[in-house]
């Protein structure tokens, strides 16, 4: 779930850059002030054709623009027309490398410099002032959304003269010319950097931000809008222009802008202070401080939907900070739209405000109003959709109100737990979560919990007394079982039984009194193996090892791991190998090239990543930190060829991210080859590492060889202290040996 908190809004990268595209364009010919192009510049060019027929004419604009870098007005008049056509062929994705592959980029960057005054100046103005650069910024900006382009841009040296224009209006008169040309430059300056960590850094080291955050509290709105724009890609995973930024004292001005009512502003606002905060604990202190806690809790009421999808992401990372965090964003009234977004018609605003939603249900105080204002029956909702992001962030935040003992029994009333038990979750992640929610219920279900649920078995309609007998039947712990069937005089057997299948419950019953037995009889074997008394404890041990090898016909440290399941692989001649390679992850400063629909098919964690709201799902490099690059290649060698050889040398490391990419069968892989490794001396670690990563098999391989070599290990110092640690694992894996046969039956 951590991971979750790393999620900015799920827009994908194309969408983006088409965002992009249509804000550049919309602005531009709002204030323009251009003649309308020629009519070889406006018609249509719809086929391959008719773009070979444009370079002739582009590239003649572009000797235009080379020789016309002069003061005088019929130049710089030339040179305006020039640029308006390209700008309008850059428009079409089509067109747009025709105008580059002519040589338009240094042409254009040359203009966004305006010449020396000439003699020719009437009365000491320049022609068309800050108009030439401005169709340059814009134009430049528009070649800029295709990645390809961007470093061709700033290699031509954009970057110097992008940020002299952000400063026009420190030298010149505010005018409407002024603003429109910081803006095309903020805007040029947000789409070079766009997915690009080094371009950001070069806008950083150019002496980009502190011109932009200035920019902040400009008077024209639509310069505000720009700077924030560029601001927010320029913070985005590059701690050294966050902090610069803030040291460049922009977050007063950033949470007075939360506060406007323009949306395109408070949408921007909210979009720079996420991007800083994410990752980074200390900006995060420092943006609560400075008061942006009430001002976001504000856009959840916002008219702008990604306002609002924003400030529930931005409240779910305020959550993390701290539990007092989480109180105070209850109590400045974020749980009543945050629960009313859970019904909105927008899957990503659903989606955003589970994830808050769930980050507050962490703190104890917080769960029982989440309850009581309604959050219940929309959260179980959203465990429908077919978005496993959506219903990831809905379980988790179930979990986190299934701590409060009377949401247990609201969850209950309104169906709740079949919801849970029923449904079909997409990420193994989730499913685990939801496991552990059940848990948390069964554990619950005693004393007050289980008196309320009694009582409204006697006195509410039947559907909720049906809920209500079906939970007991799979919730209530053994000792219950007797209130509830027997000294209720019967009530529940007599009534509700006849109002559920007969035959399930028969055999449900059937299995009661199995695992009864079977417990009552394992619990006295396990008391031997926890006594002081060193015969009983031997004899107790024998006598489990032998009850091990009755129910499995291969012990787990024999048994070799399960085939892979079966998918299609690429193959071994695309490991790491960049043909139609389409993301690259960087580990240990190398880059490991890898294809999309490779991982897609290997894994639940790389799908989250890759289809869900992670922020890696439209980067082109990943940067894996914690992972050596020998143990990366071989995951990714069993990722494209379904087997890899395991040695010891590398098991532990492999397992520990096969574990950390839900890599199931390469895990199994490594427990195996672990499990060989077992001894007298290691059995303790070996214990340790199964725990630290859910390695079920290589624990239930520890715990037999403990049995096995009793006698070898009792001499052992810390022999005890192990026996007591494998007790309630030793209990559960026999409970599970002893019951499986039957459980199969229902």
């Not at 709002?30 to 020629?38: A, G």
């Not at 990543?609 to 914690?626: C, L, S």
Request: glycine letters at 6%; one cysteine or more; charged letters at 25%.
């Amino acid at each position: 779930m951590e991971n979750q908190a790393k999620r900015s809004s799920k827009q994908s990268s194309s969408s983006g850059k088409r965002n992009l595209k249509r804000k550049l364009e919309q602005d531009f010919d709002d204030d323009r002030k251009m003649s309308s192009p020629s009519s070889s510049s406006s018609s249509s060019h719809d086929n391959d054709d008719s773009h070979r027929d444009l370079a002739p004419e582009v590239r003649t604009q572009v000797e235009i623009l080379e020789s016309t870098f002069s003061s005088t007005e019929s130049d710089r008049s030339s040179a305006k027309r020039a640029i308006h056509f390209l700008s309008e062929l850059a428009k079409n994705e089509e067109i747009v490398n025709v105008v580059v592959d002519c040589g338009a980029v240094p042409a254009l960057v040359k203009h966004l410099q305006a010449p020396s005054l000439g003699s020719e100046g009437d009365g000491g103005e320049m022609p068309y002032e800050h108009e030439v650069e401005k169709g340059s910024a814009f134009t430049l900006g528009l070649l800029a959304i295709k990645p390809e382009h961007q470093q061709l841009i700033v290699d031509a040296g954009a970057l110097p003269h992008l940020v002299d224009l952000l400063k026009r209006h420190r030298t010149l008169q505010s005018s409407r010319a002024v603003s429109g040309v910081i803006r095309r430059a903020a805007d040029a300056i947000t789409n070079l950097a766009h997915e690009n960590s080094s371009i950001k850094t070069r806008v950083r080291i150019e002496g980009g931000i502190p011109p932009l955050v200035e920019l902040l509290g400009f008077a024209d709105a639509k310069v505000q809008r720009a700077a924030a724009g560029a601001l927010r890609t320029l913070a985005f995973k590059n701690d050294e222009n966050k902090n610069q930024i803030v040291e460049c004292n922009a977050l007063p001005t950033l949470i007075l802008m939360l506060r406007s009512e323009d949306t395109a502003i408070h949408y921007e606002a909210v979009g720079v202070i996420g991007n800083l905060v994410h990752s980074s604990p200390n900006i995060k202190k420092d943006v609560l401080l400075a008061g942006a806690l009430q001002p976001v809790i504000g856009l959840l009421s916002s008219s702008c939907l990604e306002s609002q999808r924003e400030a529930a992401l931005l409240l779910g990372q305020f959550a993390a900070a701290d539990s007092d965090c989480k109180i105070h964003i209850v109590q400045r009234g974020a749980v009543p739209p945050l629960i009313e977004m859970l019904q909105s018609p927008d899957a990503q605003l659903r989606e955003m405000s589970a994830f808050a939603l769930g980050r507050l249900a962490g703190d104890t105080h917080n769960q029982a109003g989440i309850g009581h204002c309604g959050g219940i029956v929309p959260l179980l909702k959203l465990l429908d959709s077919k978005n496993g992001s959506m219903q990831h962030n809905a379980a988790f935040a179930l979990y986190g109100l299934a701590d409060n003992e009377d949401n247990v029994t609201e969850l209950v009333k309104v169906g709740g737990v079949q919801v849970l038990q029923d449904g079909e979750f997409i990420f193994q992640p989730t499913r685990d979560c939801v496991a552990k929610t059940l848990k948390r219920l069964e554990e619950k279900i005693h004393g007050r919990v289980l008196g309320h649920l009694l009582y409204l078995m006697r006195v509410r309609e039947k559907i909720i007394q049906r809920r209500v007998a079906l939970v007991l039947a799979h919730l209530c712990s053994p000792d219950d079982q007797k209130t509830i069937f027997i000294d209720n005089g019967g009530v529940f057997s007599v009534t509700i039984l006849r109002m559920i299948f007969l035959a399930v419950l028969v055999r449900l019953w059937q299995f009661v009194h199995h695992v009864y037995y079977v417990i009552v009889g394992l619990e006295l074997l396990l008391e031997l193996l926890e006594s002081t008394n060193m015969k009983h404890q031997r004899d107790g041990s024998v006598a489990l090892c032998q009850l091990a090898n009755k129910t499995s016909s291969l012990s787990p440290v024999d048994a070799a791991p399960p085939s892979p399941t079966p998918q299609v692989y690429l193959g071994e001649q695309y490991v790491n190998n960049s043909t139609l390679s389409d993301v690259t992850f960087l580990v240990e400063g190398k880059r490991f090239y890898a294809h999309r629909i490779c991982l897609l098919a290997s894994s639940d964690a790389f799908r989250a990543m890759f289809d869900g709201g992670y922020r890696e799902r439209d980067a082109k490099d990943i940067v894996i930190p914690n992972i050596p690059w020998n143990v990366f290649e071989l995951m990714m060698r069993y990722i494209y060829t379904g087997s890899v050889d395991v040695n010891m040398d590398v098991a532990q490391d492999l397992l520990r991210a096969a574990d950390q990419y839900l890599l199931e069968g390469l895990k199994r892989l490594c427990e195996y080859a672990i499990a060989q490794d077992i001894s007298v001396e290691n059995v303790s670690m070996m214990f340790e590492l199964s725990e630290a990563f859910n390695a079920v098999s290589l624990r239930n391989a520890c715990i037999l060889f403990i049995l096995e070599k009793f006698d070898k290990l009792s001499v052992m110092p810390w022999c005890s202290h192990l026996i007591r640690r494998i007790l309630p694992e030793t209990r559960a894996y026999f409970v599970r040996a002893l019951t499986r046969p039957i459980q199969a039956d229902l």
